[in-house]
């Protein structure tokens, strides 16, 4: 990887929630209503989302070039939880709100449920902070040991696969005790806070795998099982989202559960965004892929998904369906940030054309990888 290209491939999630956040800045300045309000306040904070990714991309593409210090191992890293922290402690104040206004309600708990995501990602920086490690574990054969001295401490491998799954459950059970009923707001308001929980919750599910797979390879402990289970439950997690909005859509008779379907189908293609990196892992580990390099394309073409459903959306300029319209921009946003890291990562890895490094652990120049 040439440095114009690692400042591009840099580049594309600022830029990405650039362009998020613009958006929700004008929806917010320029439109009126409840559902302004919702849209701009959401699409604000799924930037967040994007600057976590750049946390990602930065802390690989810095190893990839041999750049990377130890300033960077930490500063990455905490950058991508501040960010988190910053839209959690967002989500929370609005519903904290008293009186609370009907809109915070929905925009409270879907900017919460964003920083759950922005938490996974950011585990993602953290485990990434070794990257290079997996091109020296997989030019290794099967069943060799892990390295000496090991690249993470034994509460580090605990704790990183732990935080994305805290945050998976608590926004699953946050989804649930507003399906049920609970959690206050009108009717109309907990049935779109809570099946766009789901989706985000289905999103940070998908992040496990991510987070476990980079983790076990790191640590030399990927097994034959995990090349089909991670990318399972991913392709699973956008696959369940994509349906129950559909089912949403065939029965829906209220306004609001349009809003919530168009949007949960946004949140299953940021899944299958996210099945193109765990895939491209399991693809590429002690084996030659020739199709590796062609995984890119699956952010690519959900990004465009999500932007063709917003501008239909956006056409059929009904009430109903003007704020997934608009948040569907932000989530294809996200989607083509995802492109970028799992353009980086399969340039990182070798792209399947059997480029691993040599046994000493140096890079081998055609990856363009470089030693920390």
Not at 18 to 36: D, E, K, Q, T
Not at 253 to 261: E, G, I, M, N, W
Not at 267 to 287: D, E, N, P, T
């Amino acid at each position: 990887m040439n440095d114009k290209i690692s400042v591009l491939f840099r580049a594309i999630p600022v830029l990405m929630g650039a362009v998020s956040s613009a958006l929700g800045g004008y929806v917010l300045a320029h439109a009126s209503g409840p559902s302004a309000r919702v849209a701009g306040l959401v699409l604000v904070f799924l930037a967040a989302v994007c600057l976590c990714l750049f946390a990602t991309a930065a802390t690989i593409i810095r190893q990839l070039i041999g750049r990377f210090t130890a300033l960077d191992k930490v500063l990455y890293p905490v950058f991508g939880f501040a960010v988190s922290g910053v839209t959690i402690g967002y989500g929370l104040s609005l519903l904290a709100e008293t009186p609370r206004p009907a809109p915070d309600f929905v925009a409270g708990h879907v900017v919460f449920g964003v920083g759950m995501i922005c938490v996974c990602v950011s585990c993602v920086a953290t485990v990434s902070t070794r990257f290079v490690k997996i091109t020296e574990n997989s030019a290794r054969p099967e069943g060799s040991p892990p390295l000496s001295p090991a690249p993470f401490g034994a509460f580090t491998v605990r704790a990183l696969p732990a935080l994305p799954v805290l945050a998976a459950v608590i926004t699953w059970v946050w989804a649930v005790v507003l399906l049920a009923g609970g959690g206050g707001g009108d009717r109309d308001g907990r049935f779109t806070a809570g099946h766009v929980m789901v989706g985000l919750a289905l999103v940070c599910t998908c992040l496990i795998g991510l987070v476990a797979g980079i983790l076990r390879q790191i640590q030399n402990t990927y097994s034959a099982r995990e090349r089909v289970l991670w990318p399972g439950v991913a392709a699973a997690c956008g696959a369940v989202a994509v349906v129950w909005a559909v089912i949403v859509l065939a029965v829906h008779t209220r306004s609001a559960q349009l809003a919530a379907a168009y949007v949960l189908i946004g949140l299953g293609l940021i899944c299958w965004s996210i099945l193109s990196k765990v895939l491209l892992l399991a693809l590429v580990w002690r084996r030659d892929a020739p199709l590796a390099n062609r995984v890119p394309l699956i952010p690519v073409g959900t990004a465009l998904l999500c932007l063709f459903l917003s501008s239909f959306l956006f056409e059929s300029a009904g009430p109903a369906v003007i704020v997934p319209a608009r948040v569907l921009v932000g989530l294809g946003c996200i989607c083509f940030s995802l492109f970028s890291i799992v353009s980086i990562l399969e340039s990182g890895t070798g792209g399947g054309d059997g480029t691993q490094a040599d046994d000493d652990g140096r890079a081998d120049p055609v990856s363009g990888t470089g030693p920390v």
